[in-house]
């Protein structure tokens, strides 16, 4: 059972030590791919500065603010940290910049998600186990990944999360358990709090300008209160750990009156209650929009940061590119996933798939190591 006051739950064992849903978050953290979200960017590229968050730190803080949230609502913290770790393993080299660039150059050979590419990795590309083929995770976990944004639409199945769906039938169009509910807006929570703190340290935005929104003024103005000479780096500090208390209490306050309306009996009455069961207050939800409206005009699409995004989808675009029309440039492990297909299988989606899979698959640096030993003659950095 997903909630733990459900009269008669356990949990599977699978040893002595761990149970299913331990295991799901232990082979997620020894994943190749959850290393490399260490050197992908969240915000800034790893070169910007090295106290900048990142997909890993990021992913990290998500699931420490899920299990709060589920240890709080009674549900299993386990699975709402397995699914929260796993969450942003598909994402690409420079953050959205590089998906959009996927995105722009499959548009016609199969499209590219990163919430596809991540179950792509969870079910296929990982290879550390001698008999299967990806880390073989429960169903609750996977079903959390496919669905841990809300239901799924028919029209916006993409093909690995059909081919799988065949298989697992994770009832896309009803919403996830809820530990998925609760990993979803533990992402939100988390991006929006440290990109704050991120941008007031990149000087992208002030405190001045950020304290015009209502929700941050009247955070500032506690502070000051009670300490009126706070040096800049601690009141940041002090700012964006309040400000996560407070979305925080708001989620778990507001979702346990949902919860005590609706009494589910079991996960799938979470999943058929027809709406969210997890949720913030109607005002907190106005509070996260305006925060939402205010990084994006005042960080995503600062200068700065465009420039930077500018330069990372060239850089991928002409990379695929480059090995879509050369598939022989590809490391060999990559070459041997395209020419050991049989004829039939050697088409264009198959090989732009391969290449896609590829090109996600590197860190930042590695993305701009490549270019470089494609197109800078005097560039001699072979991988090994």
């Known amino acids: 059972m997903d909630r733990l006051f459900v009269e008669g739950s356990s949990e599977k064992q699978i040893s002595h030590q761990r149970t299913d849903f331990q295991r799901d978050r232990d082979r997620i953290v020894h994943a190749s791919a959850f290393r490399r979200l260490q050197y992908k960017t969240q915000v800034f590229v790893y070169h910007e500065g090295d106290y900048f968050r990142t997909r890993l730190t990021h992913s990290i803080e998500v699931a420490q603010i899920a299990r709060t949230i589920?240890?709080?609502?009674?549900?299993?913290?386990?699975?709402?940290?397995?699914?929260?770790?796993?969450?942003?393993?598909?994402?690409?080299?420079?953050?959205?910049?590089?998906?959009?660039?996927?995105?722009?150059?499959?548009?016609?050979?199969?499209?590219?998600?990163?919430?596809?590419?991540?179950?792509?990795?969870?079910?296929?590309?990982?290879?550390?186990?001698?008999?299967?083929?990806?880390?073989?995770?429960?169903?609750?976990?996977?079903?959390?990944?496919?669905?841990?944004?809300?239901?799924?639409?028919?029209?916006?199945?993409?093909?690995?999360?059909?081919?799988?769906?065949?298989?697992?039938?994770?009832?896309?169009?009803?919403?996830?358990?809820?530990?998925?509910q609760i990993a979803n807006l533990s992402d939100d929570i988390a991006y929006l709090s440290h990109d704050i703190d991120d941008g007031l340290r990149a000087e992208l935005f002030s405190i001045k300008h950020l304290s015009e929104l209502p929700i941050i003024s009247d955070i500032l103005q506690k502070i000051h209160a009670e300490y009126p000479d706070l040096p800049t780096d601690r009141l940041v500090n002090e700012l964006t750990r309040r400000l996560i208390s407070i979305f925080v209490n708001d989620l778990i306050n507001n979702s346990l009156d949902l919860l005590n309306v609706a009494t589910p009996q079991s996960p799938d009455d979470i999943r058929n209650a027809g709406y969210a069961l997890i949720s913030h207050s109607q005002s907190m939800k106005k509070d996260l929009s305006e925060v939402r409206s205010f990084l994006f005009t005042n960080m995503y699409k600062h200068y700065r940061v465009n420039r930077m995004t500018n330069k990372a989808r060239?850089?991928?675009?002409?990379?695929?590119?480059?090995?879509?029309?050369?598939?022989?440039?590809?490391?060999?492990?990559?070459?041997?996933?395209?020419?050991?297909?049989?004829?039939?299988?050697?088409?264009?989606?198959?090989?732009?798939?391969?290449?896609?899979?590829?090109?996600?698959?590197?860190?930042?640096?590695?993305?701009?190591?490549?270019?470089?030993?494609?197109?800078?003659?005097?560039?001699?950095?072979?991988?090994?």
């Open 70 to 180: 589920a240890r709080s609502l009674r549900f299993n913290e386990d699975l709402s940290e397995a699914i929260s770790l796993a969450h942003d393993l598909g994402h690409t080299p420079f953050g959205h910049a590089g998906e959009n660039a996927l995105q722009e150059v499959m548009h016609n050979l199969g499209g590219f998600d990163h919430n596809e590419q991540t179950l792509r990795i969870l079910c296929y590309l990982e290879n550390r186990y001698a008999n299967f083929d990806g880390l073989n995770l429960t169903w609750e976990t996977l079903e959390g990944v496919a669905k841990h944004n809300g239901p799924v639409s028919h029209k916006n199945q993409r093909p690995t999360l059909k081919k799988l769906n065949k298989l697992y039938d994770f009832r896309l169009e009803s919403y996830a358990s809820g530990e998925a």
């Open 314 to 384: 060239k850089l991928l675009k002409e990379l695929f590119n480059e090995f879509f029309e050369r598939p022989f440039l590809l490391p060999s492990y990559w070459q041997n996933k395209i020419y050991s297909q049989s004829d039939s299988d050697k088409t264009e989606y198959h090989n732009a798939r391969v290449i896609a899979d590829y090109i996600a698959s590197l860190t930042d640096r590695e993305a701009s190591l490549e270019h470089d030993r494609l197109f800078n003659l005097s560039t001699n950095k072979e991988k090994i």
